[in-house]
């Protein structure tokens, strides 16, 4: 099929946004405490019913878009998305922040599952490995980029210094006094909207699958599940995404509390940062994959992932406003090493193994919460010393992986040519 650069961008927008909305729970974190008087625990149940639509929704959107086609899925992925959102920005409260959040997850989740076979067929098999880096990448700046919006909202929100401005002008007669940052969820409401609209004008191409991209019937997964390979790849992607979201829902919250840092100002660049390193060290693990065993490269910069949330949580103010984005900087590798260490370890079903892989994403859910009632009970930097057992089991997958196929090195080749030749 000829590349279709169109759907192509598409695709990068729809990688933009789904960060965009995913990502910015963690600045958030102090005010909403102070919005809505929680515990840490309490608060941690956001995420939880964020992450937990990636665990309840992953296999049935596979379903759902071989049998709808992703279009629709994509454009009802969105629809969800406003209608979460929405709901919140309207009525904001705890508990409809829940049911938000997990509507919202719903949307990311069908998207997620949507959009990656569709990138394959619209830019071509050969340029696939490329263009999901690129998709990444595009994920990795609006991460970053999203709590800089969120300062940059509250700050003026607050400021009412009489410049006209359309965007605060608007938000400040329809957001709630004392909840400035509720406004977020009026942009990622008019974003989702606008995006339907977009998917539903776009002409978007049929994917036809490969046999092992299929998701095939209850029976394959069960099968599956009974290879302790495939729960251990599982728990890989777990631990992940519960480490990722660990670190970065409590940056702010830590920063404010152990060292008096303003949430809304140097808390939201931080985890800005958290972000964009972990984008700029996606580039420099993709370099470093070209010469180096990808089991290596996962060993070493968990490593240097640990030592820096040691430093982190135990170093001044100023170490620690470093140490944090390094913490993203060495975790920028994991999660496709992870997910290329999976899938080169069997020999068929990997659509299927795929959707067990992306429910893993739960671990996001169950993670925060847990450092969240830890640091209840002990204070937020004890809980967060949990995260040593979620990078652990990351650092020991170097160690007993064993895939079928490993990364081609620069030099393999050849060394195995003239091997050959003698």
Do not use: C
């Not at 339907?196 to 699958?209: D, T």
């Not at 990722?244 to 404010?256: C, M, R």
């Not at 180096?292 to 406003?321: E, H, P, Q, W, Y």
């Amino acid at each position: 099929m000829k590349r279709n650069y169109f759907i192509v961008g598409l695709i990068l927008l729809t990688f933009f946004v789904i960060s965009f909305l995913t990502n910015i729970i963690g600045p958030l974190v102090p005010d909403i405490i102070k919005s809505f008087d929680l515990s840490l625990t309490m608060v941690a149940f956001l995420p939880f019913a964020f992450f937990i639509a990636y665990g309840v929704m992953s296999i049935p959107s596979g379903i759902w878009v071989e049998k709808y086609g992703e279009k629709k899925v994509m454009a009802i992925a969105f629809l969800i998305s406003f209608i979460g959102a929405g709901l919140f920005a309207w009525t904001p409260s705890f508990y409809m922040y829940m049911v938000s959040l997990f509507l919202i997850g719903t949307g990311m989740a069908m998207l997620q599952v949507a959009i990656n076979p569709l990138l394959r067929v619209a830019g071509g098999e050969e340029h696939f490995a490329f263009n999901s880096v690129i998709g990444q990448l595009f994920f990795g700046l609006a991460s970053f980029l999203s709590p800089l919006v969120y300062s940059y909202i509250v700050l003026n929100l607050a400021a009412d210094n009489g410049t006209p401005n359309f965007l605060i002008d608007f938000l400040s007669g329809i957001v709630p006094e004392g909840l400035p940052w509720v406004s977020l969820y009026w942009v990622f409401a008019i974003v989702s909207l606008l995006m339907v609209f977009v998917i539903g004008f776009s002409k978007i191409p049929e994917v036809k699958r490969k046999e092992d991209e299929m998701v095939g019937a209850m029976r394959t997964h069960l099968d599956l599940l009974g290879n302790p390979m495939v729960i251990l790849y599982f728990l890989g992607v777990f631990a992940y995404v519960g480490s990722e979201q660990g670190v970065a829902n409590w940056i702010s919250e830590f920063l404010q509390t152990y060292h008096g840092v303003d949430p809304q100002t140097t808390g939201a660049t931080t985890v800005a940062l958290f972000w964009g390193l972990m984008t700029a060290g996606t580039v420099l693990g993709l370099i470093l994959l070209k010469f180096m065993d990808s089991r290596k490269v996962i060993i070493g910069f968990t490593l240097a992932a640990i030592i820096s949330l040691t430093i982190a949580l135990f170093g001044s103010k100023s170490t620690a406003l470093i140490a944090f984005p390094l913490v993203g900087f060495f975790a920028s590798v994991m999660w496709s090493i992870i997910i290329s260490l999976a899938l080169n370890s069997v020999s068929k079903n990997h659509g299927s193994f795929s959707g067990i892989l992306v429910t893993g994403i739960a671990g996001g859910a169950i993670v925060p919460l847990i450092v969240g009632w830890l640091g209840d009970l002990f204070g937020l930097q004890m809980g967060m010393l949990f995260l040593y057992l979620t990078f652990g089991y990351i650092l020991s997958i170097g160690f007993w992986s064993k895939p079928l196929i490993n990364n081609e090195i620069i030099g393999s080749k050849k060394a195995e040519i003239e091997k050959l030749g003698n």
